[in-house]
């Protein structure tokens, strides 16, 4: 049956089905736990995660696409998402988005040529007392100004995070 | 039986019904865009707000089922201050491109947005754009007109069986489209625009055609196939635009396939024979109906030449033809044909889980109740034979020193015919038909018949006289 996911997805999932009522209810973290193995979640992907939870390919694309933490594209190693909701906004998110792809070179939603960075605009993060705030992979990055955001990168460049 | 009261008007229900249709059983409309009765239920538009006594917000009709003494208001203050909101929601990005729009006329957005919605529009912002799909040769996009009531989804998915309409991303980006953008598989694809509650979703097959409000309408049924299913016949001047499917819950539900739905086209094919013609040397010659009658008078009076009747034709002229028989050939041997490989109402059944039957023919069940023996063989061999038909049924291979022809032929069937006289397609005549249930079903006149077309009783009337009077064209 596998195909494209490992042994240990199926295991993950395994473990998993008896928490919930359904296994329909599997879709999201089976999703996260494809993503984690791939970086991303290619056509193929979500193909075989439909079979394996009996449910339409199609559903699974639609709820993949609803959330927008799951890549539908490929990413770099580092994926920037900076908040852009309310609070983040009141607080300088634009100018620390407009840092961002000066900085980077690329657009909102584009990755950096060397597959470091990619950047995208992120709804509410739920830090809105430390806004604006960012993630980085799993890391909340929280209360940036345009200085510690160029620390930042600059130091995922150089290796050190 | 339980009771509620919805505006005031006291409504018998069953339980598990849901307001929409109690209210409806009352007199009382509610709107609606993503509720359909055949469909299930995802109260997601918002547009059918009601006020329940004892519930402190407004609820969705569609999804509350009506309970003992339950009070109703469809038409408090509350209420209309929802339903414009909904409205307003619903048309910040709806283009308002009525006057170039094949729904506009019989759209729900239209008629919600004239009964429920403000006069005045509020948004100044910029309406979002898409670039449509092709979705296939049934149906033609447009995402800029949708409201995401997502009927196309669930009846894709419930009805006809595959999954093929999909809603990506969310919000603002939201993209009802097919998987991939592939054109649709389901052989019912024009159900999606009879459901779609805007124009998002219309027929390519009458687009930019007639508006909707030009045309006249005849309830009839398809004659497909032997299911039968009820539509109305939308025509105007004499032309089909189109037909769609009319609720009928013991036979089709709410829908019809494409194959029924785009039948009517052969009725008004340019190929189709609408005068008497006789075989001539290199073609067909043009004849007057006197000389028609005349002609075949001369070959079959006194004989017994084979008849072949096709199961599409009505109970009524099935009686006549056999009467006919009984009168001027008697002992002449009568056989029904239809669909190849298929004699009996046994060996008709289900083509696909959904409508479509194997009989292409729609009146099987009646040939048989009227006690017509079938063709058992796909290829027939006789001295003279008199083909009787009404374009529907598959013809036969038929080995003859003379065909006779009454009825619906394309110039592609004529082949085999030595001479032709033309007959009525099932939109220009009246009549009953039986479906694979044993439901009688009538046929309306639709249309007047096209060029010198005659009805089979009126033929049939011609060849008993001793003299072929023929009047004017009905």
Redesign the interface.
Known sequence: MAKNLSEKFYTVMKKLEPRYPSKKALILPALHQAQEECGWLP?EVMEEIGEYIGV????I??VA??YTMYNLKPVGKNHLRICTNVACCLRGSDELMGFAEKKLGIKCGETTADGLFTLSEEECLGACTTAPAMMANDDYVESLDVNSLNDYIEKIKQGVK | MPKCMIDGKEVEFTAGENLVKVAKRAGVEIPVFCYHPGLSVVAQCRMCYVEVEKMPKLQTACSTMATEGMVVKTNSENVKKGRAGTMEFLLLNHPLDCPICDKAGECDLQDNSYGYGSAYMRGSEERRTYVDVNMGPVIQKNMNRCIHCTRCIRFGDEIAGIHEMVAIKRGNDIDITTIDGKTLQTEYAGNYSDICPTGSLTLKDFRFKKRAWMLKKTTTVCEGCSKGCNMEIQHEGDVIYRCVPLENLDVNRYWMCDEGRFNYQHTQDPTRIIEPKVKAEGGWKTISWEDGILGIKEEIDGQKPTFLVGSDLTQEELTHIKEYIALQHPGATIQHFGTPGLTSTQQDGALDQILRMKSKTSNLNGAEKLGIAPLMNDTIKADTVVVMSAGRAKLPKINAKRVIAVGVYLEGDASQFDMILPGLAFSEKDGTIVNHQGIEQKLKRAVLPRGKCKSLSEVLMLLTNKKARVGANP
Do not use: C, V
């Open positions: 056509a339409h390919p199609a559903q694309r639609e696409s609803f």
